[in-house]
């Protein structure tokens, strides 16, 4: 079982910031696209953004210009940096990797991490 290791949730105000992290253990399988995933409550998971393993990046529409997300191939680390978060950003974030050996490809997720914006 490949564990992803998320890290950067927190408390924040509004139009502040926070860095999420997530990693995946270098092993036999090449990592393909990553990204994340926030499920506010009472509301469905939705994707936030998406990288591929060549830098190719997706975008929801509420948060265009406010995040970007980034990847380091050398580390199988990704991060989504979010800027001016407002309160409807409270949410658990969920990293999610798609791992590949051969031609066999599994999804993965992490555990989440709580981000809530709140004056």
């Known amino acids: 079982q490949v564990r992803l290791v998320e890290s950067g949730g927190g408390s924040v105000q509004p139009g502040g910031s926070l860095r999420l992290s997530c990693s995946v253990p270098?092993?036999?399988?090449?990592?393909?696209?990553m990204g994340w995933y926030r499920q506010a409550p009472g509301k469905q998971r939705e994707l936030v953004a998406s990288?591929?393993?060549?830098?190719?990046?997706n975008y929801a529409d509420s948060v265009k210009g406010r995040f970007t997300i980034s990847r380091d191939n050398a580390r199988n680390t990704i991060y989504l940096q979010m800027n001016t978060l407002e309160p409807e950003d409270t949410a658990v974030y969920y990293c999610?990797?798609?791992?590949?050996?051969?031609?066999?490809?599994?999804?993965?997720w992490g555990e989440g991490t709580q981000v809530t914006v709140s004056s």
């Open positions: 999610n990797a798609e791992l590949q050996w051969g031609k066999v490809r599994r999804e993965y």
């Open positions: 270098r092993d036999k399988y090449s990592v393909n696209d």
């Open positions: 990288i591929s393993s060549r830098g190719s990046r």
